[in-house]
C-alpha cells in the first residue's frame, strides 16, 4: 500500500514537495518520539498546492490528504502496532476540521482499522458536515465496521445534517427493521413540527415502503408536498415489494 | 472591514457574534489564554486547543468571519510548574496547524522565574519553526515588564518584526515603536486602553506598525472595540488610509509573516448558507434563518 500511495504522490508532487515529504518520514521513522511526526502531519497543509485535487483508489483525494495518508503508513511501518494506535489515537483526538477527515478516509489503509472504530463514530456525531461526510460518502468504513446500532445512527445523522445518502456504499443491503421503526418516528416528528421531510427520505425506504407506517406518511403528506417530492414518494412506491393502497395508489399515479 | 487580532471569542455570545459580523469585522485571531481561573489537569489544555482550531472556527464561520487562532502556555499558568512542562509537551501537536498564526499569547504576568523559563522555551520553539510570536505584557510592573520581554525576545535571536508586543499603552507605546516590534493596543472600556486614548496615540505616532484590537474575553470588554475606536478616530478626522492600517492591514502584515492569515480567505469565501457544505446542518442555527444574522445593506455602522 505505502509504495502505491508514494507512486500516486510522485507524480505530482514538485521536486521540492517531494524531497521535503522524503525528509520528514526519515525524521519520523528514525527520531525518538511523537514531535516529528506531529509538526509534520499538520505542516503538510503549509505546502504549496496543499488543495490539487488526486484521484487515489478510485475517490478523490488531495495533494494534502494523500501526503499525510503517506506519513501515517510511514510512521506505521517503523513503529510498534501498539505505539502506532496509541499515537493515530491522540492523534485523531486533537485533529483540526482537514486532519480529521483525512484520519476517517485513511484508517481502512492502516492494518489495524477496528481500533479506531471509536473515533469514528465519533465523527458521525459531529455537525461538521464535511467531517461526517468524510465517513459517511464513498468510505467502506462503516459497512466493515459498524454495527447495527452504528449504522442506523449514521443513516439518521445523515438524514439530520441534510446530507444524502445515495453515496453511503452498501446503503440498501444494511436496510433493517429498526432503522426503518426509527425513520418513521422521525417522520411523524418532522410532520407534527409541520417541517418537511429530508430530501432523501423517501430513497431511505428502500423497497419497504408498503409498510403500513410509511403508507400512512405517504397519505398524510400528500397536500403539503412539491411536484419532485412527490416523484420521489412515487419512486417509492413504485419500488415497494409489499402491496399499495388502491388510495395511494390513484393519489400518486402508481 | 475590520480584522480583530486578540478576542476570546470561546468566551463570547452568539448575538456578539451577530454584531461582530454586521459591523464589518470579517476576520478575528483568538490568541490561547487562560480561562479566568487555573486549569488543573493538562487535559483541559488539549480540549482548550483542539477546540480553538476545530469547533470555534466553525462556529465562527456561521457567521462569515473568518477565524484563526495563536497556541502557547500562558503567563499565569506558566507558574504550575509541572502542568506547565506537560504543555510543552503537547505543543508541538498544535501549533502548526492551518489557521494557527503565531506562537502566543505568551509572557509574563508576574514576571517570575518560572514565567521567564516557559516565555524563553517557546520563544525557542517560535525559532525552531521560524513562526510570529505574540506577547501578552503584564499589568502589573507594566514598563519593566514590556521591555523585559523585548530584551528576552531579542535575546533569542527573535526579529522585532515577527513579535506582536500587546497590551500596550502611552507609557510603552514610543520604545516597542522605536525598538521595531509590532505594537498591539487592546481598546477595553475602563482600563486599559480606551477609544479617545487611541485616538490620541495615533494622532502622535502615526499608524506604523500600530495594531488595535478588543481582547473581549469573560470581563466587561467590547467585542465591537475595533470598529468603535475607527469610528472615533472618523469623527476626529483621521484619515481612511490610516484607520485602514491600524484596524486592518498591519494586523494582516504582522500574521500575514505566518502564511496561514491571507486576505483571500475572507474575501473568497463563500457567504454561509444552507447549500453550502460546510455551514449546512443543524450546527448551530436550530432551524433560524441564516439571512437574520448576516450584514444587511442597513447596518452600514453600527450605530444605528
Known sequence: ???????????????????????????????????????????????????????????????????????????????????????????????????????????????????YLAKVRESCRTNVVPIFESVAHGNPYPVRYFDEEGWNQLILKALFVDSTLRPILSYKDRFNA???????HFAEERMAADRPLPADWWYAQVDKA????????????????????KADVRQALLAAGSPISEELKQLYTV | MYIDPHIHCVSRTTDDYINMARAGICAVIEPAFWLGQPRTTSGSFVDYFSMIVGWERFRA?????????????????????????????????????EKVVAIGEIGYDEQTKLEDRFYREQLELAKELDMVVLVHTPHRDKKRGTYKSMDVAIEHGLPPDKVIIDHNNEETCKEVLDRGFWAGFTIYPRTKMDSRRMVEIVKQYGPERIIVDSSADWGYSDPL??????????????????????????????YGQSGQFKESDWLNAEKPNQKNSFFKGNGILRGSQLEHLLPSAEDDTIYH
Request: charged letters at 25%; proline letters at 3%; one cysteine or more.
Open chain 2, 225 to 254: 472595540a475595533v470598529p468603535r475606536t475607527a469610528e472615533l478616530m472618523r469623527k476626529h478626522g483621521i484619515s481612511e488610509e490610516v484607520i485602514k492600517m491600524v484596524t486592518y492591514q498591519n494586523a494582516l502584515d504582522a
Open chain 1, 1 to 115: 500500500m505505502i509504495d502505491k500511495v508514494f507512486e500516486v504522490l510522485e507524480k505530482t508532487l514538485s521536486t521540492p514537495a517531494k524531497e521535503w515529504l522524503v525528509d520528514q518520514t526519515n525524521s519520523i521513522a528514525n527520531l525518538r518520539g511523537t514531535k516529528a511526526l506531529f509538526l509534520a502531519f499538520s505542516l503538510v497543509s503549509r505546502q504549496p498546492n496543499a488543495n490539487q485535487e488526486i484521484e487515489f483508489d478510485g475517490s478523490i483525494w488531495n495533494q494534502e490528504a494523500l501526503s499525510r495518508l503517506y506519513i501515517l503508513l510511514k510512521f506505521q511501518e517503523s513503529h510498534l502496532a501498539d505505539e502506532v494506535i496509541r499515537t493515530i489515537s491522540l492523534m485523531a483526538d486533537t485533529s483540526d476540521i482537514n486532519e480529521e477527515i483525512c484520519l476517517n478516509k485513511s484508517y481502512q489503509y492502516l492494518t489495524t482499522p477496528e481500533a
Open chain 1, 210 to 229: 408498503g409498510h403500513p407506517d410509511v403508507q400512512k406518511i405517504a397519505l398524510n403528506i400528500h397536500d403539503r408536498l412539491s411536484e419532485s417530492e
Open chain 2, 61 to 97: 464561520s456561521m457567521y462569515g468571519i473568518s477565524h484563526y487562532c495563536t497556541i502557547g502556555l500562558n503567563s499565569k499558568e506558566a507558574n504550575n510548574e509541572k502542568l506547565g512542562e506537560e504543555v510543552m509537551e503537547i505543543l508541538p501537536r498544535f501549533i502548526c496547524k
Open chain 1, 178 to 184: 429498526d432503522l426503518q421503526i426509527m425513520l418513521i
